[in-house]
Structures are given as structure tokens and as C-alpha cells.
Nanobody
């Protein structure tokens, strides 16, 4: 059974940094690409960043390029999202996602709030 558990969210001031993590279990983590999504109040869920199985290729939404970095540790079965230069518009619930066996799996999400 696929399980994704996000952690590391919180309240941070504009311009600050935060790293969120997603611990995966129930599948062979190193065999799957992973992604981070976010959903702000009243908005649709959007793709933030993705990373290939070995971590050699990453992609980012235009809104976070140059500020966010996705990475993974295939020994710890964990994917990370390092967020720098945070802006109030980055406020959202951040979700980890994996596409496996023709269906998407989500974690419960972690709240990130950027406010002074």
C-alpha cells in the first residue's frame, strides 16, 4: 500500500526559506518519478516541481524557478522541496505525488504559510 507522508511545513516570513519532506513507503521508491504539487485556497492544485527516478532531471513551474529545488534520497525513500525567497503567493498546502500502476497517489499535505 502506497503511503506518502509530508512534513516540514509551517509559518515563514516573506523572503525566508523552508524545506518540506515526503517520506514514501509501500513501493520501490527508486523506480518512480516524484512530484510536488500545491493548492492555495480557492485555487486548483498545481504542479510545482518534478524529479526523475535517479534525480538526474528536474522540472519546475515558472513561478518557482530559481527559488525552489526538488531533490530525492533513494536510500531514505524521501523527496524534498527546498523553498527559498518565499513569497506570500507561495502560501498553500503542499502535496507529494507519485503516479504508479495507472493511478496517482497523494499524501495528506503540509501547510506552508508565508506571512509577516
Amino acid at each position: 500500500q502506497v503511503q506518502l507522508v509530508e512534513s516540514g511545513g509551517g509559518l515563514v516570513q516573506p523572503g525566508g526559506s523552508l524545506r518540506v519532506s515526503c517520506a514514501a513507503s509501500g513501493f520501490t521508491f527508486s523506480n518512480y518519478a516524484m512530484s510536488w504539487y500545491r493548492q492555495a485556497p480557492g485555487k486548483e492544485r498545481e504542479l510545482v516541481a518534478g524529479i526523475t527516478r535517479a534525480g538526474s532531471i528536474t522540472n519546475y513551474a515558472d513561478s518557482v524557478k530559481g527559488r525552489f529545488t526538488i531533490s530525492r534520497d533513494n536510500v531514505k525513500n524521501t523527496v524534498y522541496l527546498q523553498m527559498n525567497s518565499l513569497k506570500p503567493e507561495d502560501t498553500a498546502v503542499y502535496y507529494c505525488h507519485v503516479w504508479r500502476n495507472s493511478r496517482g497517489h497523494w499524501g495528506q499535505g503540509t501547510q506552508v504559510t508565508v506571512s509577516s
